[in-house]
Antibody, heavy 119, light 107 residues
Framework: QVQLVQSGSELKKPGASVKVSCKASGYTFTNYAMNWVRQAPGQGLEWMGWINTDTGNPTYAQGFTGRFVFSLDTSVSTTYLQISSLKAEDTAVYFC????????????WGQGTLVTVSS | EIVLTQSPGTLSLSAGERATLSCRASQSVSSDYLAWYQQKPGQAPRLLIYGASSRATGIPDRFSGSGSGTDFTLTISRLEPEDFAVYYCQQYSSSRTFGQGTKVEIK
């Protein structure tokens, strides 16, 4: 069965960097794009962008350029989200979500990774 | 960017009642690329509806989606206790954006 398993919670200081992973299983990794979605505490969902898992080409939504980097390692079916120069407002749960190749919808989601930025 | 506006912000209903949630887009959503998700506290969103009206695998038939263009609706015909949650619409025809969510709470 399809599973997306994300890395555990992180506590970081302002100015530091963090790398969140999302390991896929149960399907051919390079056939489905991967998206990243942010959810700040008590807030709604915010689409951050996506990465083509076949070419590695990332696309970032407005507001997520510069400090945010999507990458992948096809040998372990894993995509990564790296955030640099962390700020308090980056505190959020970050989700990965697969794009279904037939319907284009985000059908499977990781469990989420809480990143807390605090001094 | 297509902006999605959901209404109402909160819906207070009892189990067994009908819930009607609205999602309005700032411009037409082509190919009816509109989805609905359910999210419970501490959980990831769960896909309910895609293509405006197609139920995802395993979703009960009390959930239905309708609409086209700029106006979309999610209907829950008879609320079950497990349906009290936050619901988001998402368009995926032009990049991707989410609505701000509708909370369905127990009255």
């Amino acid at each position: 069965q399809v599973q997306l398993v994300q890395s555990g919670s992180e506590l970081k200081k302002p100015g530091a960097s963090v790398k969140v992973s999302c390991k896929a299983s149960g399907y051919t990794f390079t056939n489905y794009a991967m998206n990243w979605v942010r959810q700040a505490p008590g807030q709604g969902l915010e689409w951050m962008g996506w990465i083509n898992t076949d070419t590695g080409n990332p696309t970032y939504a407005q507001g997520f350029t510069g400090r945010f980097v999507f990458s992948l390692d096809t040998s372990v079916s894993t995509t990564y989200l790296q955030i640099s120069s962390l700020k308090a407002e980056d505190t959020a749960v970050y989700f990965c979500a697969r794009t279904n190749i037939a319907t284009a919808v985000n059908d499977y989601w990781g469990q989420g990774t809480l990143v807390t930025v605090s001094s | 960017e297509i902006v999605l506006t959901q209404s109402p912000g909160t819906l207070s209903l009892s189990a067994g009642e009908r819930a009607t949630l609205s999602c309005r887009a700032s411009q037409s959503v082509s190919s009816d690329y509109l989805a609905w998700y359910q999210q419970k506290p501490g959980q990831a969103p769960r896909l309910l509806i895609y293509g405006a009206s197609s139920r995802a695998t395993g979703i009960p038939d009390r959930f239905s989606g309708s609409g086209s263009g700029t106006d979309f609706t999610l209907t829950i015909s008879r609320l079950e206790p497990e349906d009290f949650a936050v619901y988001y619409c998402q368009q995926y025809s032009s990049s991707r954006t989410f609505g701000q969510g509708t909370k369905v709470e127990i009255k």
